[in-house]
């Protein structure tokens, strides 16, 4: 899949598919979809549609393997999570690796020498190559000066200056430029996004990092709302409401979260099990002792009408305090601390 904004790079690049140098390095800034090229491209090399103008054709063999990610002539290497601890302990912790090791370019290099299964190219894709270290850089470094016949690279880096020079010098850069900002707010816009300017503009007119940046936000204002809910004496509804008009925090978004939290609040008290918050008990046990199941349930219905009424409300501020008054009013009446 191509980003829209993508469509005049891919042209140029592949107006050369089948002359294109045995290893490519694709950079520019984190978030504007470099990783979604590569996988195009890759597909593209081991597509067997025999018009390469109607590349990648989705239909044939090759694509099929490679959409299902199993195609025997690919290989993505990334830095993976690695175990830790002893391996007899079944709870081996698994830590996301800052590296892409020795270990695995190893693996690389046997693959890079067999023979393609299908006796075409064989397309690996390295992503992001700054995260190669140096042993690993060392080792990919021997197959990119004498590459077998039919294998190819897709280098990917958001920090191209970081890689060895000799690596660099192996590598064709392809060099691929911001979205213009029209592009970039036409998809955001579509993907459902909120205040998609002033996102944007903070991740730097990188639309997926705007992207991510939001839904990031989210998350942080979700687990502080689910504290201040945690202890509703404490909750200041005015100053809670404010907060998360400020962020930006949509109203349907905020009714959910109140809604299932109700919700597990009750189900709590009346059958000791909790749906939505698994990992909450020891926050939502105290609220749910001597708690009124019908009273909480009425609450819970009147927000699923509020999330109706509230697609766009003119004043998102007033809602939240309304939700929240309720929400203490409820709690109140059902806890008898
Ligand atoms: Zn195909």
Redesign the pocket.
Known sequence: MLYPWQQTEWQQLTSQLDRLPHALLLTGEAGIGKLAFARHLAQSLL???GDIAR??????D??RWYLAGNHPDFRELTPVAEEEGDEESSKAKKKPSAYITIDQVRELNDFVNLSAHRGGRRVTLIHPAETLNAAAANALLKTLEEPPAGAMFILVSHQWRRLLPTIRSRCRRFPMALPAQAEAMAWLDAAGLEHAEAHLAEAGGAPLAALERADATVLAARERFLRELAQPRQMDPLALAEQLDKQKIEVARVTDWLARWVYDVARLGLTQSIRYHPTEAARLQPLAEGVEPIRLMRYHDSLLAAKKLATHPLNARLVFEQLLFGYQQAMRASARQ
């Open positions: 597509c067997e549609q590349r990648p054709c989705g239909e044939c090759a694509c």
